[in-house]
């Protein structure tokens, strides 16, 4: 009941937005490359931070 109201860790967000630049990253590169490419340096910019969080 109570996790409802649980507010997600830093680690859960960047989680998150990292598995939402990859699936956008995918989508964008069938059709615009540079675009996709661009996606997915955001998407590793954020996998950097997770790792530096542990």
């Known amino acids: ?3 409802l109201f649980k507010q997600k860790s ?3 967000k ?7 630049l990859m ?3 995918h989508r964008l590169s069938q059709t615009d490359r540079k675009a996709g490419d661009a ?9 950097n931070q997770l790792e530096k969080i542990g």
């Not at 960047?14 to 939402?20: C, S, T, V």
């Not at 996606?39 to 996998?47: C, S």
Request: charged residues 45%; negative net charge; hydrophobic residues 50%.
């Open 39 to 47: 996606k997915m340096a955001e998407a590793i910019e954020v996998l």
């Open 14 to 20: 960047l989680n998150a937005k990292y598995k939402k």
């Open 10 to 12: 830093e680690k859960e």
């Open 1 to 3: 009941m109570f996790e």
């Open 23 to 25: 699936a956008e990253a």
